[in-house]
């Protein structure tokens, strides 16, 4: 299989796994306090990434496995690991997109490329930053996850 045709079907296989995680593993409790200040929010937020990263593992598993990828577990788990540490950076933000003050590293980071204005302005700004911050990631673990092959 060629790399780009491997970076795609790990591509396309992340995505739908995020989305299955993001949505369907994700349990209501941690949902809602996973943005949340201190050792409870770090909490939520460390078991959400680590059943996201364990849904992402076992789709990435499979389908290599039944479609004979060539993914290299090593390659693969760097990929399963940029996914997660950048997953968490974001879902820390959960619910904080229109606080004022410190905030998170990634409001800040918002506010000072220029989205400051839509986040006041649109309930729905902070999450749908929130999710193309994912998909990019995901994009990028992909194609650490895809490169060399076996």
Known sequence: MSAAGRFAAVYAVLTA???VGDYWVQVDK???AKGGHGAEGRAACARHVASYTATQGLALLVADRSLRLGVDWRRAAAGLAVS???HYVADRS???WREDGPSTR???FARRTGHTGWLERD???GPLLDQAWHRGWIAVAAAVAAGGGR
């Open 17 to 19: 796994a995020h989305e």
């Open 30 to 32: 941690d949902a809602g």
């Open 84 to 86: 997660a540490i950048t």
């Open 94 to 96: 959960g619910g904080r």
């Open 106 to 108: 990634l409001v800040r």
């Open 123 to 125: 309930p729905g700004a």
